[in-house]
Every structure is written in C-alpha cells, then in structure tokens.
C-alpha cells in the first residue's frame, strides 16, 4: 500500500499550491494512505551545519522528529511548494537543508532509508512554466541525490488565492498525475 507524505512549503493558508495537491489526491486510490504536513505550522529551527566541525547531528525533536517520522514512512513524499524567486519556497529549502542533519545522526540511515521512495513535486506560480524550470530541477537533483524516483510536476498557474481553480489544464492533469 502507498503512504503518501504530501510537505506542503506555502507561506499561504490553503494556498493555490496546496490546493492542486488536494485535488490531485482526490484521484488517489481509496487505499493509499495520506499524511498532510504543513511546514508553517510546525517548529522547524534553523538549520546549522556542523558538518566538518562536530560532524553528527543530534535526533531531532518535537515537531522535527514527527516530520522526519512522517518522510521516513512515506512510500511517496509529495513537495507542495509555490514557485519563490525560481526556487522552492523558504520553508520547503529549509525542510531539504534538515535533510543534510538527519543524513549525520547516527544509526538513523535517513539516505539509505531514502533510497527507492518516489518524489513528486506540486507547484502554482504566475506566469510561464519556463520560470520554475530551475526550481522542478532542484527537486528532480534533490531526488537523484537521495536514490529516490522522480516522478516529475503537477504545475498550473495562478496567483491571487483561488487562481488555481480556474486552470482547466492544471486539473485535468492532476486527474491522472498520480
């Protein structure tokens, strides 16, 4: 059974972002499961590296550990991230840049454990699709590093809260993106 993790990176409430993601799930097969994280929501500290000084993270904690708990689960992580300066959003950079901790706390094996899982990305931006080519890029990197799938990007195009929802192109395929 596929576990979907879908990290939403909006710095919007129910963001157009967020948005195509959920209607894009509504096609998922009734016995897929889904777990929604919400990076805004949850305490993420900056990130530190200590990698060519103390060398090992230590677990993480709190909300961190749950986030980690929840993309160590996931058969499928799904980033739901608006186009931000042709990249990822803060939030969902600051998500990928943990990644770099968890691969250095001992016994936890995150990049091996990481191996083989599929990636998906979900993106809303004004404009062009050519303007997130960089950031879709940065993910499909991000998933090759890891030994993970890429399975490629849902994007439609809007901007005000709502846009999205008038983008016929964007949900017909999110009918059959997953």
């Known amino acids: 059974m596929n576990q979907y993790a879908f990290v939403n990176g909006s710095s919007r409430k129910d963001g157009n972002s967020l948005q195509l993601a959920r209607y894009a799930a509504s096609f998922l097969p009734e016995e897929s499961q889904q777990t929604w994280l919400n990076l805004r929501e949850l305490d993420m500290p900056q990130f530190e590296d200590i990698r060519h000084s103390i060398g090992v993270y230590p677990a993480p904690q ?48 995150f990049k091996p454990r990481m191996n083989n899982k599929r990636m998906w990305a979900v993106s809303v931006s004004s404009g062009k699709i050519e303007s997130a080519q960089a950031m879709f890029k940065t993910l ?14 849902l994007w439609g195009n809007g901007s005000k809260p709502g846009d999205i929802m008038s983008d016929q192109d964007a949900l017909n395929a999110a009918k059959n993106f997953f």
């Open 62 to 109: 709190g909300d961190m550990a749950t986030l980690l708990e929840a993309t160590l689960a996931a058969t499928d992580l799904v980033m739901v991230t608006p186009l931000y300066w042709y990249t990822v959003s803060a939030p969902m950079k600051l998500y990928l840049d943990h990644w770099s901790a968890w691969m250095r706390v001992p016994n936890l094996n």
């Open 140 to 153: 499909e990197l991000c998933a090759e590093y890891m030994g993970m799938k890429w399975q490629g990007v």
